[in-house]
């Protein structure tokens, strides 16, 4: 038997083509889509006085809790509001 007449029979072309197409098929898999969540904004019912920049204490405390944070999550901090505890 000759190579080219194997490569040239119907069934072998047909069984490579599907092999191709099976693998195509297997490495376009479509990716499916996240539903996006609406973010969830914190509304909080006590109004929020700015920090005083006078008060060092308190400027002091706002720093350090900020990159104690910091430290904990390794990632950017951003001190949103500070209000005294206690």
Do not use: H
């Amino acid at each position: 038997m000759d190579f080219s007449y194997i490569i040239t029979r119907p069934g072998v072309i047909m069984l490579i083509v599907s092999a191709i197409a099976i693998i195509y098929a297997l490495y376009f898999k479509p990716v499916k889509k996240q539903k996006e969540v609406p973010e969830q904004q914190q509304i909080s019912k006590v109004e929020a006085t700015p920090l005083d920049l006078t008060d060092e204490d308190a400027t002091v405390a706002c720093l350090v809790a900020s990159i104690d944070y910091y430290n904990e999550v390794k990632k950017d901090v951003k001190v949103i509001s500070v209000r005294r505890v206690g």
